[in-house]
């Protein structure tokens, strides 16, 4: 039960950002001085898409095994590094002891660390009210106004 639970919850997250990545793109939030802003979502797709990932390897299953391969294939497509690569992601020949242990701790300890956003993060700068302008009497009749966090 759990499992599911965090399988759809995993899935909800990846769409809510996909969502939100195309409101983005389509109000034109993308450009200066919102680009910033931009990058980070993007970021956060790409950090639940190799959650996602690192969670499927995870089972010893037959989808398992054909995510190992696909990652070992792409691995090894990597000009000039890609054995090198591949021989320190699976720790020696495919499928490797040490990627179950790397992929475990990559799902439950780096990932989550990365998107965690903590106070004063770029995810949370910009966000709230806006200071007011100078202080000049045209300028003291207006109401700040607040800023959206897109």
Request: proline share 8%.
């Amino acid at each position: 039960m759990f499992g599911q639970v965090h399988n759809w919850a995993s899935l909800l997250f990846v769409a809510a950002v996909c969502l939100h990545l195309m409101r983005l793109f389509f109000t034109g939030a993308f450009r200066r001085p919102r680009w910033l802003n931009w990058g980070i979502w993007v970021t956060l797709l790409t950090l639940g898409m190799l959650a996602g990932f690192s969670c499927e390897i995870l089972p010893d299953d037959m989808m398992s095994g054909g995510s190992l391969s696909n990652l070992e294939g792409v691995t090894l497509s990597v000009p000039v590094v890609g054995t090198h690569l591949m021989l320190w992601i699976f720790g020696g020949g495919f499928p490797g002891d040490a990627i179950i242990p790397r992929a475990y701790w990559l799902h439950v300890a780096v990932l989550p660390a990365l998107r965690s956003a903590p106070p004063g993060s770029p995810f949370t700068a910009g966000c709230g009210p806006r200071r007011p302008a100078a202080t000049t009497k045209s300028a003291s009749r207006r109401t700040p106004r607040t800023r959206s966090c897109s």
